[in-house]
């Protein structure tokens, strides 16, 4: 699959000095390192090397619908800083198709959208050039990173059988609602300088079902500085499958004490990324943290259902992998499986 990147969070700040620009339309909730200069920032969101889950032919287009209302950083002293929509920019397009006919998304005083959502499952489909753009970054250490999901359904015009949820995974006539942030944990930035960010993640393994609910799993999503990451790809030998139709690439992190590789429903050893094996018997994995790393092919990884332990699913035994490959920032790592 060719890989897209789509910027989702284009030029966060802009270079210049001192601290709030003072007006209250989005900015910050609190300027942490106030008065020692701000920097630009980027993030941009990478279209996963993996294919979007399959679904009955009879059925309404899959949907995961993340309706994004705030944006927040947050330092080691714990200060926030937030976005709303307000600092969005307004070319920053939703996902149509995640707004059920005859509702809209709901809006402000000032007729500001209050949140926009975007379909995961189609990031090619919806325009996020400059979702956030112009706003100031303090210089500072920065611990954590969240996307905040607006909470609540969609109103009709008319009495409706049915309920929509602005965060959703399904259709609009079957879904389950997500009752989760995104947020990025344990970032230990430290933001002094201009800088690239990736976000990236996982279609198969992004969610787990909690109690009629969707949650994230963290273990899916990924922030990562640009100058700190890499990539992995490689060609398939058509003897190593009976059949490369349902055959995916898992990449671990490696363990030193022995191989141990879990599948996505595992607790522990789950694949930090996924990538379908192509038609031209080929995978590739972009934006991978700087790292040590095993690749493991999965002939029957079509069949790993994120949501439960897949006994037969073979990850260990004789499957074509390579151990404890050191992946370097900027490298491009060929590994032929």
Excluded at 40 to 60: A, H, R
Excluded at 121 to 126: A, K, S, W
Excluded at 319 to 326: D, G, I, S
Aim: hydrophobic share 35%; proline share 6%.
């Amino acid at each position: 699959m060719k890989n897209i990147i789509l910027t989702m969070l284009t030029t966060l700040v802009v270079a210049g000095c001192g601290g709030s620009s003072g007006d209250d339309s989005g900015s910050a909730n609190a300027i942490p390192g106030s008065g020692s200069g701000d920097v630009p920032v980027s993030v941009d969101i990478s279209k996963p090397p993996t294919e979007v889950p399959e679904i009955p032919d009879d059925g309404d287009q899959l949907q995961a619908c993340v309706a994004i209302q705030t944006v927040t950083l947050t330092n080691l002293a714990g200060e926030i800083v937030e976005w709303t929509t307000r600092s969005m920019n307004g070319e920053a397009k939703s996902s149509e198709q995640c707004i059920p006919e005859g509702a809209e998304i709901p809006v402000y005083d000032d007729g500001t959208p209050k949140f926009i959502v975007v379909d995961l499952h189609d990031v090619t489909g919806v325009d996020l050039v400059g979702l956030i753009s112009e706003q100031l970054v303090p210089v500072g250490e920065y611990v954590s990173m969240a996307l905040s999901l607006a909470k609540g359904d969609y109103d009709f015009p008319i009495d409706m059988p049915i309920q929509v949820p602005y965060s959703y995974v399904g259709s609009w006539i079957d879904n389950k609602v997500i009752d989760d942030d995104l947020t990025f944990e344990g970032l230990n930035i430290n933001i002094d300088a201009p800088e690239s960010f990736v976000m990236t993640f996982d279609f198969r393994s992004m969610f787990e079902l909690v109690e009629n609910a969707y949650k994230f799993k963290q273990e899916a999503f990924n922030l990562l500085s640009e100058t700190l990451s890499g990539s992995i790809f490689g060609d398939i030998d058509t003897s190593s499958c009976p059949s490369v139709d349902n055959a995916y690439v898992y990449l671990y992190e490696s363990n030193d004490e022995q191989e141990k590789y879990g599948d996505l429903g595992s607790d522990e050893y789950t694949p930090t990324m996924t990538a379908k094996v192509t038609k031209d018997n080929s995978y590739s994995m972009p934006y991978v943290p700087a790292g040590d790393y095993d690749v493991v092919l999965v002939c029957d990884g079509l069949l790993d259902l994120p949501d439960q332990i897949d006994l037969d699913i073979d990850l260990d035994g004789d499957a074509p992998k390579h151990t404890n490959q050191k992946l370097d920032s900027g490298e491009d790592k060929f590994l032929p499986l």
